[in-house]
């Protein structure tokens, strides 16, 4: 089973910037891309960016672009989400989410999609 913890979420001023990670374990022999959504109260869950399982294609939601920027390192197997230009819409909990295909022991490769338990980004102005 695959697990993901998020990390980095605080209170920061507005203009500030923030690094959020996500560990993933549990991943032997998977394939997947990871992403990050956000979620402010009273709100949907929505997406905020994706990056492929070779690291090489990377997706934003039009708030975000040119202010966030997403990032794998498979050695650490962890993903990034760098945010700068922070702006107080952009509060609201963070959540890392991997979905592919992972090995079992049997041999197959079966589908899946794990999500962390958020943190919390709240930008004062």
């Known amino acids: 089973q695959v697990h993901l913890v998020e990390s980095g979420g605080g209170l920061v001023q507005a203009g500030g910037s923030l690094r959020l990670s996500c560990v993933i374990s549990g991943r032997p022999f998977s394939y997947y891309a990871t992403g990050w959504f956000r979620q402010a109260p009273g709100k949907e869950r929505e997406f905020v960016a994706a990056?492929?399982?070779?690291?090489?294609?990377?997706y934003y939601a039009d708030s975000v672009k040119g202010r966030f920027t997403i990032s794998r390192d498979d050695a650490r197997n962890t993903v990034y989400l760098h945010m700068l230009s922070l702006k107080p819409e952009d509060t609201g909990s963070y959540y890392c989410t991997a979905a592919g295909i992972q090995r079992g022991g049997d041999g197959f490769y079966r589908p899946f999609n794990s999500w962390g338990q958020g943190t919390q980004v709240t930008v004062s102005s």
């Open positions: 990056i492929s399982w070779s690291g090489v294609a990377t």
